[in-house]
């Protein structure tokens, strides 16, 4: 086909009318919807395959945070028990006897000699109830001593003192620790 000088000024004048500031415009706005229409899909569609990859991630981190708490759980029980089972090991630092559970703040104040002092464990709240030794008279007589106060803290594994812990450790080692005789009358 061959082209003659009319018919390009024809197609010319066509597209100049097409694409005039008003189809240019409309064009544009066009272009710009469907831009808009694919962004908004693209994010729906990101956003959903967000939700349901945190779904399986939220329950793989749940269930290792259950894992955790329990593990954790396990290990308070089992500090907890052996805390009460400290004075019947062979290494604790005072006599068994001599020992008294708190728990909070330390775990054990023991009177280093209290019991010694009272004929090997016999004590006059025994005498009572148990038939007396061959001299109930020594009891009587003996007078209690006590060679030094412990201050017991049981740890396991890598614990480490609570802030409590330091403060209670500290005011006992600086000698800040006195007898106080409260009567109620």
Not at 17 to 30: D, E, M, P, V
Not at 94 to 103: C, L, N, V
Request: a neutral charge; charged letters at 25%.
């Amino acid at each position: 086909m061959i082209m003659n000088k009319e018919s390009f000024f024809m197609a010319l004048e066509y597209f100049q009318n097409a694409f005039s500031s008003k189809g240019l415009i409309i064009f544009f706005c066009l272009l710009c919807a469907a831009m808009f229409i694919v962004l908004v899909l693209v994010f729906l569609t990101g956003k959903k395959i967000g939700i349901l990859l945190s779904r399986n991630n939220l329950s793989k981190i749940l269930k290792d945070e259950r894992s955790d708490a329990v593990k954790r759980s396990r290990s308070v029980i089992g500090g907890q028990v052996f805390e009460q089972l400290a004075p019947l090991f062979p290494d604790f630092p005072a006599d068994y006897a001599d020992a008294r559970f708190i728990g909070k703040p330390v775990d054990f104040i023991a009177f280093c000699g209290l019991e010694e002092s009272s004929t090997e464990g016999w004590s006059e709240i025994n005498a009572e109830t148990v038939p007396a030794p061959e001299s109930t008279a020594s009891v009587k007589q003996n007078k209690c001593h006590v060679n030094e106060i412990l201050f017991i803290e049981v740890k396991t594994e890598k614990s480490q003192l609570s802030e409590r812990e330091k403060a209670i450790k500290e005011a006992v080692q600086s000698k800040r620790v006195r007898w106080v005789e409260y009567r109620i009358e």
